[in-house]
């Protein structure tokens, strides 16, 4: 069956292009912002104590971009300041819980290759937040879509219940907790936990931090179904897109980078969109060139953004 998922790829300030979508029109937004005072070369540098209202500023759109059963999936790292932890990351978020955004869970990404290297006074990082947000308690999940095989412990615990094993067994301790091994006989399949272990990208492939698809893969899993609207509006190499392509959901790709936004147009012309509905403004990549916008045709300048690509700017 054809996928019919579209895609927008879309060059400026997410603050601004998103005025032109409706209210309610994303089922879920999920991206890596430019994490604080790092990679100068390559990103707006927001010194930690501007961070917070940094990542605020986009609150008005994005709240109202989002539908109501709707999540937002942010993923921030914090930063060693002075040799101290800046929680820089935790204001953060206490600034968007300020808004009115439900900080619903905290998701911790880790990193099996993680660089190593040695500082005096602390271990590598192989970790990062993935924070979940929402704009009420009632919100999409969708379990079942990210569920792991049991594994072959299943084989041998449930083999041969006897004794306590073969009813519900009560907390020792009283708690009011208990379990009953009996309800996993024949299940194939169970819930993961709330820690994702994502390789990194072993070539940075023209941008600084590429996003590993596994890790919008499964928020997207999680959070949306076939036929969905997908944001993500620091889009950076365009990781989303190829995720939301192989899902069957329609996404917008935001960047401000010129560079970058080239680069995704570059990695998902491998991939076949479909044009939008005909109702629907035509996407990106079908418009003629009368019907463009000034900030499209210079996504479309090839090689204008041949010439800027893999410069300093």
Not at 66 to 81: A, E, H, R, T
Request: hydrophobic content about 35%.
């Amino acid at each position: 069956m054809e996928n019919r998922a579209f895609l927008e790829i879309r060059c400026g300030d997410s603050r601004e292009i998103l005025k032109s979508y409706p209210d309610g029109h994303f089922h879920l937004i999920i991206t890596s912002p430019p994490y604080a005072d790092a990679r100068k070369k390559h990103y707006d540098s927001i010194p930690p104590e501007n961070y917070p209202n940094f990542i605020a500023s986009f609150h008005d759109e994005f709240w109202r971009v989002l539908s109501p059963q709707g999540s937002f999936v942010l993923n921030i790292k914090d930063k060693v300041v002075d040799g101290v932890r800046d929680r820089f990351v935790w204001k953060t978020i206490e600034k968007l819980a300020s808004l009115g955004w439900l900080c619903i869970d905290d998701y911790i990404w880790t990193k099996p290759n993680a660089m190593p290297g040695y500082w005096r006074t602390r271990l590598r990082d192989e970790w990062e937040y993935c924070f979940h947000m929402s704009k009420q308690r009632d919100f999409a999940m969708y379990q079942d879509a990210v569920r792991k095989p049991i594994g072959n412990w299943a084989d041998k615990r449930l083999a041969n219940l006897n004794g306590k094993s073969n009813e519900r067994h009560d907390s020792e301790n009283k708690s009011g907790f208990g379990r009953d091994l009996r309800n996993w006989i024949d299940r194939n399949t169970v819930l993961p936990g709330n820690t994702l272990s994502v390789p990194l990208v072993g070539k940075n492939m023209g941008h600084p931090a590429v996003f590993p698809v596994g890790l919008p893969e499964f928020f997207i899993k999680l959070f949306t179904k076939s036929g969905n609207n997908v944001l993500d509006p620091f889009a950076g190499s365009g990781s989303t897109g190829i995720v939301a392509k192989q899902l069957e959901r329609n996404v917008v790709l935001i960047d401000n980078k010129e560079e970058y936004v080239d680069l995704m147009k570059r990695r998902l012309a491998k991939l076949k969109f479909c044009e939008k509905p005909k109702e629907k403004e035509p996407c990106l990549f079908e418009r003629n060139r009368k019907t463009r916008t000034k900030d499209e045709k210079k996504v479309l300048n090839i090689k204008k953004t041949q010439k800027i690509y893999g410069k300093k700017k």
